[in-house]
């Protein structure tokens, strides 16, 4: 963690031992003993493009919310955003945090059902962190034509893999899936300030 003051490293500690509590209770769908670095979520943000251009912004797997409070920092007032987060205690803590934002409490199979409530048709960005290599191939695919179907032509949809993770079978099954469905998919390089390592995925609608 980079040298912060000592209220800040506090809070830090504070929602590392609390995410990862909720690893030890759900450790297949929270998937991470950590929450995301700013250096990955800042890495996935700009892979997003100007946020200006954007009228609806979603987020999958909100955690314990870093993601989506970097997005915030930088989200314009014209640019819609709502998240959907499986465990129900992460949903409200984050909702509490950043109440100017929406999180519902859902899984991101159903992103299509929340579009008309946010007077849009289609998203503009999907940024994820749901933990794909825990999640068995047919649960992957309801995922991904949830995604695919939301987002507009031309859209992107970033979310990010473990390195360690990266050769694992249903690691390799959401890559194909990936290829498969979008018209381009690009892997970054390495992010090394995440606890574990990760590349980051921007797949083109
Ligand atoms: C590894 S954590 C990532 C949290 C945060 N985005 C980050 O990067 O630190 C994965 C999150 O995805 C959520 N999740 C897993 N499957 C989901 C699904 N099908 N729909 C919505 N959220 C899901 C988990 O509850 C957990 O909060």
Redesign the pocket.
């Known amino acids: 963690m980079p040298s912060q003051p000592r209220d800040t490293r506090r809070a830090w500690i504070k929602e590392n031992i609390h995410f990862f509590s909720m690893f030890l209770k759900?450790p297949k769908?929270?998937?991470?003993l950590f929450?995301?670095s700013r250096s990955l979520?800042g890495a996935m943000i700009r892979e997003g493009g100007d946020l200006h251009k954007s009228k609806l912004i979603v987020e999958?797997?909100?955690?314990?919310g870093?993601?989506t409070g970097h997005l915030a920092e930088q989200l314009p007032k014209t640019c819609d955003f709502f998240a959907?987060?499986?465990?129900p205690v992460?949903a409200q803590q984050v909702q509490e945090a950043l109440p100017h934002l929406t999180i519902y409490e859902d899984?991101?199979?159903h992103i299509n059902d929340y579009l008309e409530r946010h007077h849009a048709s289609h998203v503009d960005t999907i940024y994820s962190?749901?933990?794909w290599a825990n999640?068995p191939p047919s649960v992957q695919l309801d995922?991904l034509k949830s995604i695919h179907e939301s987002l507009r032509p031309g859209g992107k949809f970033i979310t990010f893999a473990y390195t360690h993770s990266y050769y694992f079978r249903t690691a390799s099954n959401f890559r194909d899936l990936l290829e498969e469905r979008f018209s381009s998919l690009e892997v970054s390089p390495i992010v090394w300030k995440n606890i574990p390592p990760a590349v980051i995925y921007t797949c083109v609608k």
């Open positions: 759900n769908t929270v998937g991470a929450p995301s979520t999958l797997g909100v955690g314990t870093v993601l959907l987060e499986l465990n992460f899984s991101a199979a962190g749901i933990p999640i995922i």
